[in-house]
Structure formats: C-alpha cells, structure tokens
C-alpha cells in the first residue's frame, strides 16, 4: 500500500522569508506522480506543483519548487519570498503511473503553514 | 475556463434526511473523483469514474452512500439515509485520463455537509 507521511503538522514564518514543507512516501512501484496542493481558507484545493518519478529534474512554479529524492522517497516543497497569501494548508499527494485502471491520490495528512507580516 | 463546479456550497441536513451533492466536470475531461475530507481521516477517495463509468468505489464507506454518472460532464453523490459521522467536507475532481497519459486532477470548492 502507498503512504504519503508529512512531519510538520505547522509551520510559521515570516513574510518574504524561504520555508520548506517536507513529505516522505512510501511505493514499491517505480513509476508514479507526486503533487504538493495547497488550500487556503477558502477550503479550494488548488494544484501548487507535480513532480513525475522518471524525471530527475526538480520541478519549479514561479516561487514553488520541489527537492525530489527517489532514493530517499522524499519530496520536499520549498517556497521562496513568502507572501501573505501563501498562508494554507499543504498537502502532499501521492499517484502510481498505472497503465490502466486506478488513479487513486493518497494524501498526506498536511502541514498548516501560516505567513506572519 | 469554468473550473469544477459543485453544488449545493454548504448543506445542513438533520439526521435520517436524504442528502444529495451535485459536480460538473471540467469540459473536455472524462474521469470524475469524490473525496471525502475529514480531521480525522483526512482526505479520502470515495469513488472514481472514467467514462461515465465506476472504476474504484472501494472507499464509498456504506451503501448508504451511492454515487452516479448519468451523463459525461455531470454527477451525484446521495447519501440515504444521513447520519452525523457524515459531517464532513466533500470534494469533486475532475481529470483526463488516457490509455498512456494521465492528467492532474482538478478539485471544486466543495460542499461542507453537517448533519444534525
């Protein structure tokens, strides 16, 4: 079975300064998805960045980006120049790259990050 | 683009009432997920289409609960009858899935259901 174990229930940092949210997974398959989503009070969950297993390039969005370590089973998101409304709750997200069949996302439990002015 | 869209926002419903959450997918997708988020469950999968068609509802936690597709942009999620452990946030997405590729999947608002 897939897990997805994120450490950090919260995080708290000041505006413009840099964060990162760590998550671990755990697959015996080889070929898979990884997303950090993000949901702020509203309670939308919007896609912050994914990451595909077979790629060994980090994935980046503007100021988002991951630390993939297959080895390690661990993708990490870092945000850069913190802003107010990067204040949300994160999720780490887990997919296997099935060939057919289910597309089950597993989720992490989240991390509650809160941006201070 | 029209994103997800669900209805009813929030719904309060007292225990033994039929409940009944709407979703319309993003056009052009042909898979549809229901997940169910809780504190102390977090977020769950509930039951996932493709194609109009149920592939996994191994996570519909009773079969009070039922889920339908009756055509390719739209769906149900009922549950009959309501009781109060089904409190909770329930989210609808919608993605593109193909034989060899597979698209991120795209999440509505959500409908906040409390049972009294």
């Known amino acids: 079975a897939q897990t997805v174990t994120q450490s950090q229930p919260e995080m708290s940092v000041q505006e413009a300064e840099t964060v990162t949210l760590s998550c671990t997974y755990d697959?015996?398959?080889?070929?898979?998805?990884l997303f950090w989503y993000k949901q702020p009070p509203s309670r939308q969950m919007i896609l912050v960045i994914r990451q595909e297993a077979y790629k060994q390039q980090n994935a980046t969005e503007n100021r988002f980006s991951v630390n993939f370590q297959k080895a390690a089973k661990s993708f990490s998101l870092k945000i850069s120049d913190s802003q107010l409304g990067d204040t949300a709750m994160y999720f780490c997200?887990?997919?296997?790259?099935?060939?057919?069949?289910?597309?089950?996302?597993?989720f992490g439990q989240g991390t509650r990050l809160t941006i201070n002015p | 683009d029209a994103g997800v869209i669900q209805s009813p926002r929030h719904e309060v419903t007292e225990m033994g009432q039929e409940v009944t959450l709407r979703c319309k997918l993003i056009s052009g997708h042909n898979s549809l997920f229901w997940y169910r988020q809780t504190m102390m469950r977090g977020l769950e999968l509930l039951i996932y289409f493709n194609n109009n068609v149920p592939i996994d509802d191994s996570g519909m936690p009773e079969d009070r609960f039922s889920a339908k597709m009756p055509n390719a942009s739209f769906s149900t999620l009922k549950i009959q009858p309501s009781e109060p452990r089904d409190s909770a946030v329930y989210f609808c997405?919608?993605?593109?899935?193909?034989?060899?590729?597979?698209?991120?999947?795209?999440f509505g608002p959500g409908t906040r259901l409390t049972v009294l």
């Open positions: 697959t015996s398959e080889n070929n898979y998805y």
């Open positions: 997200a887990f997919r296997i790259r099935p060939i057919q069949g289910a597309q089950k996302l597993v």
């Open positions: 997405a919608s993605s593109l899935v193909l034989v060899r590729r597979t698209d991120t999947q795209y």
